[in-house]
Protein backbone atom coordinates (compact mmCIF):
# COMPACT_ATOMS: atom_id res chain seq x y z
CA UNK A 1 0.00 0.00 0.00
CA UNK A 2 1.27 3.52 -0.56
CA UNK A 3 0.81 6.65 1.64
CA UNK A 4 -2.23 7.68 -0.38
CA UNK A 5 -3.92 4.61 -0.26
CA UNK A 6 -3.60 4.57 3.78
CA UNK A 7 -4.87 8.11 3.97
CA UNK A 8 -7.55 6.80 1.61
CA UNK A 9 -8.32 3.55 3.72
CA UNK A 10 -7.80 4.88 6.87
CA UNK A 11 -11.26 4.77 8.47
CA UNK A 12 -12.30 5.35 12.74
CA UNK A 13 -13.82 2.16 12.59
CA UNK A 14 -15.88 0.92 15.92
CA UNK A 15 -16.86 -2.82 15.41
CA UNK A 16 -13.70 -4.76 16.39
CA UNK A 17 -12.41 -7.54 16.53
CA UNK A 18 -9.08 -9.26 18.04
CA UNK A 19 -6.07 -9.74 16.66
CA UNK A 20 -2.63 -10.78 18.03
CA UNK A 21 -0.20 -8.05 19.19
CA UNK A 22 3.59 -8.61 19.00
CA UNK A 23 6.37 -7.39 19.94
CA UNK A 24 7.76 -6.89 16.15
CA UNK A 25 4.19 -4.84 15.89
CA UNK A 26 4.84 -2.89 19.52
CA UNK A 27 8.64 -1.84 17.96
CA UNK A 28 7.63 -1.02 14.33
CA UNK A 29 5.16 1.25 15.93
CA UNK A 30 7.58 2.71 18.15
CA UNK A 31 10.82 3.14 15.83
CA UNK A 32 7.93 4.92 13.08
CA UNK A 33 7.22 7.45 15.52
CA UNK A 34 10.42 7.90 16.48
CA UNK A 35 11.19 9.86 13.52
CA UNK A 36 8.49 12.01 13.08
CA UNK A 37 9.32 15.35 12.57
CA UNK A 38 8.86 18.27 15.75
CA UNK A 39 9.91 21.59 16.18
CA UNK A 40 13.28 22.12 17.28
CA UNK A 41 13.79 18.21 17.22
CA UNK A 42 11.94 18.54 20.50
CA UNK A 43 10.33 14.75 20.35
CA UNK A 44 7.66 15.81 22.99
CA UNK A 45 5.56 12.84 22.51
CA UNK A 46 5.32 9.43 25.14
CA UNK A 47 3.96 6.04 24.03
CA UNK A 48 2.85 3.28 26.27
CA UNK A 49 1.51 0.42 24.58
CA UNK A 50 -1.13 -1.48 26.58
CA UNK A 51 -1.84 -5.34 25.72
CA UNK A 52 -2.41 -7.16 29.25
CA UNK A 53 -5.67 -7.98 29.42
CA UNK A 54 -6.16 -6.76 33.41
CA UNK A 55 -4.64 -3.20 32.26
CA UNK A 56 -6.94 -2.83 29.63
CA UNK A 57 -9.90 -4.03 31.43
CA UNK A 58 -9.30 -1.17 34.06
CA UNK A 59 -7.98 1.47 31.03
CA UNK A 60 -12.09 0.19 30.20
CA UNK A 61 -13.74 1.36 33.29
CA UNK A 62 -12.38 5.26 32.10
CA UNK A 63 -14.04 5.25 28.75
CA UNK A 64 -16.87 7.82 28.20
CA UNK A 65 -20.63 6.52 28.01
CA UNK A 66 -20.47 6.56 23.63
CA UNK A 67 -17.01 4.54 23.97
CA UNK A 68 -18.13 1.38 24.88
CA UNK A 69 -17.22 -0.32 21.40
CA UNK A 70 -13.64 0.32 22.92
CA UNK A 71 -14.07 -2.93 25.08
CA UNK A 72 -13.12 -4.87 22.32
CA UNK A 73 -9.42 -3.35 22.04
CA UNK A 74 -6.59 -5.63 21.23
CA UNK A 75 -4.08 -2.89 22.05
CA UNK A 76 -4.64 0.67 23.16
CA UNK A 77 -1.73 2.87 23.30
CA UNK A 78 -1.49 5.68 25.31
CA UNK A 79 -0.39 8.80 24.34
CA UNK A 80 0.85 11.98 26.52
CA UNK A 81 3.21 15.04 26.74
CA UNK A 82 3.46 18.59 28.18
CA UNK A 83 3.51 21.56 26.80
CA UNK A 84 7.09 22.34 28.13
CA UNK A 85 8.39 19.42 25.89
CA UNK A 86 8.11 20.91 22.66
CA UNK A 87 8.55 24.74 21.33
CA UNK A 88 6.44 27.22 22.82
CA UNK A 89 6.77 30.20 20.35
CA UNK A 90 4.55 33.29 21.67
CA UNK A 91 0.91 31.63 22.14
CA UNK A 92 2.10 28.71 20.03
CA UNK A 93 2.45 25.49 22.09
CA UNK A 94 3.55 22.73 19.77
CA UNK A 95 3.58 19.60 21.91
CA UNK A 96 -0.21 18.96 20.37
CA UNK A 97 0.91 19.35 16.91
CA UNK A 98 4.14 17.13 17.29
CA UNK A 99 2.75 14.62 18.61
CA UNK A 100 -0.23 13.93 16.67
CA UNK A 101 1.98 13.84 13.46
CA UNK A 102 3.58 11.00 15.25
CA UNK A 103 0.36 9.81 16.04
CA UNK A 104 -0.29 9.72 12.60
CA UNK A 105 2.61 8.12 11.19
CA UNK A 106 1.52 4.78 13.57
CA UNK A 107 -2.16 5.01 12.52
CA UNK A 108 -1.18 5.35 8.83
CA UNK A 109 1.42 2.04 9.16
CA UNK A 110 -1.36 0.16 11.06
CA UNK A 111 -4.09 0.87 8.50
CA UNK A 112 -1.19 -0.73 5.94
CA UNK A 113 -1.20 -3.69 8.28
CA UNK A 114 -5.06 -3.74 7.85
CA UNK A 115 -5.51 -2.86 11.06
CA UNK A 116 -8.35 0.11 12.76
CA UNK A 117 -6.11 1.95 14.42
CA UNK A 118 -8.58 4.52 16.04
CA UNK A 119 -7.73 7.69 17.97
CA UNK A 120 -10.37 8.69 20.95
CA UNK A 121 -10.64 11.16 23.49
CA UNK A 122 -13.73 10.24 25.34
CA UNK A 123 -12.30 8.91 28.48
CA UNK A 124 -11.37 10.16 32.61
CA UNK A 125 -7.85 11.79 32.04
CA UNK A 126 -7.20 12.07 35.33
CA UNK A 127 -8.55 8.10 36.22
CA UNK A 128 -6.69 7.06 33.25
CA UNK A 129 -3.16 8.38 34.18
CA UNK A 130 -3.68 7.02 37.54
CA UNK A 131 -4.33 3.77 36.08
CA UNK A 132 -1.12 4.27 33.80
CA UNK A 133 1.13 5.89 36.55
CA UNK A 134 1.56 8.79 34.02
CA UNK A 135 3.10 11.79 36.10
CA UNK A 136 0.55 14.92 37.08
CA UNK A 137 1.91 17.53 34.91
CA UNK A 138 1.42 15.18 32.02
CA UNK A 139 -1.31 15.45 29.31
CA UNK A 140 -3.04 12.25 28.56
CA UNK A 141 -3.99 13.57 24.87
CA UNK A 142 -5.41 10.56 22.79
CA UNK A 143 -6.04 6.66 23.49
CA UNK A 144 -5.50 5.27 20.23
CA UNK A 145 -7.64 2.15 20.20
CA UNK A 146 -5.88 -1.44 18.26
CA UNK A 147 -8.22 -4.10 16.54
CA UNK A 148 -8.89 -5.67 13.73
CA UNK A 149 -12.10 -4.24 11.59
CA UNK A 150 -15.07 -6.75 11.89
CA UNK A 151 -17.45 -6.89 9.62
CA UNK A 152 -20.23 -7.59 12.12
CA UNK A 153 -21.62 -4.37 13.49
CA UNK A 154 -20.82 -4.24 17.51
CA UNK A 155 -24.61 -4.18 19.01
CA UNK A 156 -23.21 -1.33 20.97
CA UNK A 157 -22.91 1.38 18.71
CA UNK A 158 -25.41 4.38 18.33
CA UNK A 159 -27.40 4.87 14.72
CA UNK A 160 -25.04 7.49 13.76
CA UNK A 161 -21.84 4.87 14.43
CA UNK A 162 -23.39 2.34 13.07
CA UNK A 163 -23.99 4.43 9.75
CA UNK A 164 -20.43 5.22 10.30
CA UNK A 165 -19.30 1.56 9.79
CA UNK A 166 -20.67 1.65 6.18
CA UNK A 167 -19.77 5.32 4.67
CA UNK A 168 -16.83 7.70 6.13
CA UNK A 169 -19.01 10.62 8.44
CA UNK A 170 -19.63 13.87 5.68
CA UNK A 171 -16.87 16.14 5.45
CA UNK A 172 -16.39 20.31 5.15
CA UNK A 173 -16.63 21.22 2.00
CA UNK A 174 -13.23 21.98 0.55
CA UNK A 175 -14.15 25.54 -0.98
CA UNK A 176 -14.82 26.26 3.09
CA UNK A 177 -11.66 25.78 4.03
CA UNK A 178 -8.75 25.80 1.33
CA UNK A 179 -7.68 29.12 0.17
CA UNK A 180 -5.21 30.58 -2.60
CA UNK A 181 -2.62 32.80 -1.82
CA UNK A 182 -4.93 34.60 1.13
CA UNK A 183 -7.20 34.17 3.50
CA UNK A 184 -10.53 34.31 1.94
CA UNK A 185 -9.47 34.00 -1.58
CA UNK A 186 -11.00 30.59 -2.44
CA UNK A 187 -9.59 27.91 -4.29
CA UNK A 188 -12.23 26.19 -4.79
CA UNK A 189 -15.71 27.73 -6.43
C1 LIG B 1 -8.78 13.61 18.61
C2 LIG B 1 -9.88 12.64 18.23
C3 LIG B 1 -10.76 12.21 19.20
C4 LIG B 1 -11.76 11.29 18.89
N1 LIG B 1 -12.54 10.80 19.90
C5 LIG B 1 -13.41 9.82 19.62
C6 LIG B 1 -14.13 9.20 20.68
O1 LIG B 1 -13.98 9.51 21.87
N2 LIG B 1 -15.00 8.21 20.34
C7 LIG B 1 -15.19 7.81 19.05
O2 LIG B 1 -15.99 6.89 18.84
N3 LIG B 1 -14.51 8.37 18.02
C8 LIG B 1 -13.62 9.36 18.28
N4 LIG B 1 -12.89 9.91 17.26
C9 LIG B 1 -13.10 9.47 15.86
C10 LIG B 1 -13.83 10.53 15.03
O3 LIG B 1 -15.17 10.58 15.43
C11 LIG B 1 -13.69 10.19 13.52
O4 LIG B 1 -12.34 10.30 13.17
C12 LIG B 1 -14.53 11.11 12.66
O5 LIG B 1 -15.89 10.90 12.89
C13 LIG B 1 -14.27 10.92 11.17
O6 LIG B 1 -14.43 9.57 10.79
P1 LIG B 1 -13.26 8.80 9.99
O7 LIG B 1 -12.01 8.96 10.82
O8 LIG B 1 -13.71 7.37 9.88
O9 LIG B 1 -13.11 9.46 8.65
C14 LIG B 1 -11.90 10.83 17.54
C15 LIG B 1 -11.00 11.27 16.57
C16 LIG B 1 -9.98 12.15 16.91
C17 LIG B 1 -8.99 12.56 15.84
Given at each position: MNVIEAIRKRRAYRSLDPVEISDDLIREFAELVQISP????QQPWNFIFIKEK?????LFTVLSKGNKWVEKASMI???FSKPENDCIIGERYYYLFDTGMATTMLILRG???GLVAHPIAGFKEEKAKEILEIPD??????LVIIGKHSKEINP???DAMKL???ER???KKLEDFVYLNKHGNKFYE
Open positions: SCANEQLNRIAITELEMRLITVLSGEKPPR
